[in-house]
């Protein structure tokens, strides 16, 4: 067990959507291919259920109704059933009022991740500041290229947020982790550990946990698939459009290939990755 305190890890997805698959997968196909909106329910002894992230909900329809924001999703075509939000769905496998829900880790501030927010009234967010100051005041077509829809946050989402602070205790890592800057003991706890992985998103943050049987690495948008960096294979440079560094990219890409090396035994888990999540996809 890699983190200090046990915790129950399932793997969800609320809605998908559709890209060649070539765009994400150096080699990749022609063909159109789901990529699941996943987010993670996390349990903790003592703060219950945590998210990491929520994929989508019906708001990103609404919130994409006019222009500039419907273009997102007519460049990025979205799929999503009535019923399938993240909110729904922990009501009805595990009969849990989204009420009761007071943390949700944010990796990112795309809308694939935070679509879901607003549906949690009682939660207060965790992520990488420099993570929100980078689409905080974007409008228009500049919100649009960085994947950020400003109305699916909440309106007190200022007044509900707990960003990682610069002075936020700093751990090593494990040996042989190609992550020389550490992590964030998000808890304080040792039991989540938050992990910089800056390049598709500013900010974007991993979270490594461990449960009684397996330890995880969910990697967010770090990777698009498992299969990438199994095999080592980057996207296309078309990806490199919406990533606001990609210098920063293709050296978290390439460590995150030697993680899966080193240590073959950990799970490492990319949200979108249909292969870990198109079973839970609604």
Known sequence: MITSIPLELTLHAAGYCTHPEWVTLRGGSLRSVRFPAGFARIVHPQYGTILYDTGYSERFFSATQHLPYALYKLVTPVIYHAGGGAASQLKEKFGLDPAEVKLIILSHFHADHVGGL?????????????????????????????????????????????????????????????????????????????????????????????????DYFLCADAVWSSRAYRENLPPHPLAGLIMPNRQQYRENFERLTLLARRFPELRIIPAHCSEQLEQASP
Do not use: N
């Open 118 to 214: 607003r549906d949690f009234p009682g939660a207060c967010f965790i992520y990488l500041p420099h993570a929100y100051e980078a689409v905080r005041q974007l409008r228009g077509l500049a919100a649009v290229r960085r994947g950020y829809l400003p109305d699916l946050l909440p309106d007190d989402f200022a007044v509900r947020s707990l960003p990682v602070t610069p002075g936020q205790s700093r751990i090593p890592l494990p040996d042989g982790w190609p992550f020389p800057e550490g992590g964030y003991d998000l808890l304080g706890d040792g039991s989540l550990i938050g992990v910089e992985l800056s390049g598709h998103a500013d900010g974007l943050m991993g979270l490594l946990l461990s449960t009684t049987k397996h």
